[in-house]
Structures are given as C-alpha cells and as structure tokens.
C-alpha cells in the first residue's frame, strides 16, 4: 500500500471520528449504550499533524471527491471500485508513484486503495 494513500485513509478516519464526536446526537446516543467518547481535541491535534505530512495537491484531490462522497478513499477488491461498485479495467495499475497521480475510479473519482 502506498503511503501517500494510507495518509489519506488514516486522515479520512479521523475526519469521520471528529465528525462523530462533534455531533451531540450520536454522542447523546453513544452515552446510552455505555461508550463514552473523549479525546476530540487529540483527534483534532493529530488531524493537524498529518495535513502538514500530506501533500497539498492531494489533499486539494482528497478534499474535492469528498464533497461530493462520504468516503473518498475507498477499496478495490476484486477489480471492483467499492465506492460506486464499478468494474476497473484491467489496465488500471497498482503501483503509486510519490511524484504521479493518485490512483482514482475512472468512474466515480475516488481515490482508490488496495490492499
């Protein structure tokens, strides 16, 4: 997996952890089951942190599919885009260059990630 893409996988999840602790419902929620949820502000530091290690360009990618989608980082299994659940052509490479495009759905535009 390349490194550039799993910054983005771990920047998405602590997007959506944030999302989650900000929203009082899912927390009122969360409460009642027995979880409390702490640590917004590390979460927040960490987010930081790691916007600094991402490039600009990618984050501009990252940012841009993801106003669109929930998820902008999503698996490839078997082929299959699991963003929009589209075949990829076979031609479609793995490899991810530190310099080069991130490797995206033709279809959808998702950053794509296999693992």
Not at 81 to 104: A, I, K
Request: positive net charge; contains cysteine.
């Amino acid at each position: 997996m390349s490194d550039r893409v799993q910054k983005l996988v771990t920047y998405q999840d602590l997007e959506l952890m944030i999302r989650d602790a900000e929203d009082p419902a899912r927390m009122k929620q969360e409460a009642s089951l027995g979880f409390e949820v702490g640590g917004l502000e590390a979460l927040k530091k960490r987010l930081s942190d790691l916007e600094i290690e991402i490039s600009k360009k990618d984050i501009r990618h990252y940012r841009r599919v993801g106003r669109k989608y929930e998820r902008a980082v999503v698996l490839v299994i078997d082929k299959i885009c699991h963003g929009c659940f589209q075949s990829l052509p076979t031609s479609r490479t793995r490899q991810v260059s530190d310099e080069g495009p991130l490797p995206t759905c033709e279809n959808c535009g998702r950053i794509l990630l296999w693992l």
